[in-house]
């Protein structure tokens, strides 16, 4: 089986085993950005509290982008690393602001995708990962976003190549599977791997990708 039909045989596979997902309620693409800034190295839980006392707050992205930087460090504690994410997201909220003359990133869907990733990617502390994710889930643009279960999941699997990085992963990924997987994949390969294919103790057993998976033909009593 080649990686393509091997990525469409994991889509059809989970799919099969958790329907067709959906994703939080949808933010608006400046919204989208800080809560994926948030998300960064911390759960979903601490991520919504962080990012709900930031709204609670400051009710308009304008008044996040011109508070005092410990005003916002404060609202996002819950979030974890405040004092790295606060500046981050003023930056970001500045930077956009000076670029466009507002808060705004709609534009994005107007041009080429791959102008669109680099403009996010300018912005300094957003990463391929928070690119792809405002791309696919405020801007429907087809990215594909890797976090540290896909790119489990994914490698061992035997999809993604061994060793490959995370930036890389990426790119070689969006090869693999087809733009209209992008939006289920993506959510049910986070799904098994935080419920089934755990980074300690994967529960082979109940995965339904078990007899297409290297790591369980390898790793199988």
Not at 101 to 118: M, N, Q, S, V, Y
Not at 119 to 125: A, H, V
Not at 194 to 221: H, M, T, V, W
Request: aromatic share 8%.
């Amino acid at each position: 089986m080649n990686t393509k039909d091997l990525a469409q045989e994991i889509h059809t596979r989970l799919l099969n085993h958790y329907g067709y997902p959906t994703w939080h309620e949808p933010l608006a693409p400046i919204a989208e950005l800080v809560s994926t800034i948030l998300s960064q190295n911390t759960n979903d839980i601490n991520r919504d509290r962080g990012f709900y006392r930031l709204r609670e707050r400051f009710p308009t992205w304008e008044e996040v982008r011109d508070a005092p930087e410990e005003e916002v460090i404060d609202a996002i504690r819950p979030a974890g690393l405040a004092n790295q994410k606060g500046p981050r997201i003023q930056n970001a909220l500045r930077l956009i602001t000076k670029e466009r003359g507002k808060l705004e990133l709609d534009f994005l869907t107007e041009i080429p995708l791959e102008e669109a990733r680099k403009w996010l990617l300018n912005i300094k502390g957003v990463g391929p990962k928070t690119a792809a994710i405002v791309l696919l889930f405020a801007l429907n643009c087809p990215a594909f976003p890797v976090d540290t279960h896909i790119h489990r999941v994914t490698e061992r699997a035997g999809l993604l190549p061994p060793q490959m990085s995370a930036e890389k992963a990426h790119s070689y990924l969006e090869d693999q599977f087809p733009q209209t997987a992008y939006y289920p994949a993506h959510l049910n390969i986070i799904s098994l791997g935080r419920e089934i294919c755990g980074a300690r103790k994967p529960q082979c057993s109940k995965c339904p990708l078990r007899d297409i998976c290297k790591y369980y033909s390898k790793n199988r009593e």
